[in-house]
């Protein structure tokens, strides 16, 4: 099992930044990809951003291409995304996940682990 607990949402106003963590506990070693993932409220959860754990590989939606950047602290197991410009429309609850095995970024499916969100305001 791993454990995933996200930190550091917030308010903050268009064009601010934040930057939310990830700290995962358990059994790290199993860890193949790490991701972020967001739920606007009336929207499905999508895909923001994936990192492999142990590797280079990273991927982001196009939506936030550009203005956010996904990272990781394997000393510490803690995964990061910075997020700078923000739009209102990056208003969301976001989600860590992880997985054990390789497959699509974006498949939610396929993640194994979730932490329990963290909520990211931008007002107008």
């Known amino acids: 099992q791993v454990q995933l607990v996200e930190s550091g949402g917030g308010s903050v106003p268009t064009g601010g930044s934040l930057k939310l963590s990830c700290a995962a506990s358990?059994?790290?070693?199993?860890?193949?990809?790490m991701g972020w993932f967001r739920q606007a409220p009336g929207k499905e959860r999508e895909f923001v951003a994936g990192i492999i754990w142990i590797g280079r590989s990273i991927n982001y939606a196009d939506s936030v291409k550009g203005r956010f950047t996904i990272s990781r602290d394997n000393a510490i197991n803690t995964l990061y995304l910075r997020m700078d410009s923000l739009k209102p429309e990056d208003t969301a609850v976001y989600y860590c996940?992880?997985?054990?095995?390789?497959?699509?970024?974006?498949?939610?499916?396929?993640?194994?682990?979730w932490g329990q969100g963290t909520q990211v305001t931008v007002s107008s």
């Open positions: 996940a992880a997985r054990t095995s390789g497959g699509q970024w974006n498949s939610q499916s396929q993640y194994d682990y």
């Open positions: 358990g059994r790290t070693s199993d860890v193949y990809v």
